[in-house]
């Protein structure tokens, strides 16, 4: 069974940081994009940042850049989201998502673009 689960979220002061952790099982995906959306409560849900499949560098939305870094480990089949700085604002349940479809050498930023979703890890950050 091809499963992504998510782990690193936690309740975390603002100016803190977590790391995530998005790990997949059943098969390999270093040759696929790789992303973390975000959805807070009453709130549809948001694209944070993706990686393409040819690099480890990432496309980052407006609110996590100079905050937020992704990277990718393909040996362990791994992705990571390292958030610095964390604003309440940054509160809500963070996704991974794989885009199993083919994917070209471009970044990858809308909900529909990815059909391998984790089930989420909530992330609190308090004033």
């Known amino acids: 069974q091809v499963q992504l689960v998510e782990s690193g979220g936690g309740l975390v002061q603002a100016g803190g940081s977590l790391r995530l952790s998005c790990a997949a099982s059943?098969?390999?995906?270093?040759?696929?994009?790789m992303g973390w959306f975000r959805q807070a409560p009453g709130k549809e849900r948001e694209f944070v940042v993706t990686?393409?499949?040819?690099?480890?560098?990432?496309f980052y939305a407006d609110s996590a850049k100079g905050r937020f870094t992704i990277s990718r480990d393909n040996a362990k089949n791994t992705v990571y989201l390292q958030m610095n700085s964390l604003k309440p604002e940054d509160t809500a349940v963070y996704y991974c998502?794989?885009?199993?479809?083919?994917?070209?050498?471009?970044?990858?930023?809308?909900?529909?673009?990815?059909?391998?979703w984790g089930q989420g890890t909530q992330v609190t950050v308090s004033s």
């Open positions: 998502a794989v885009r199993t479809r083919i994917s070209g050498n471009v970044y990858y930023t809308g909900n529909s673009d990815y059909d391998l």
């Open positions: 059943g098969r390999t995906f270093s040759s696929n994009s």
């Open positions: 990686t393409k499949w040819s690099s480890g560098s990432g």
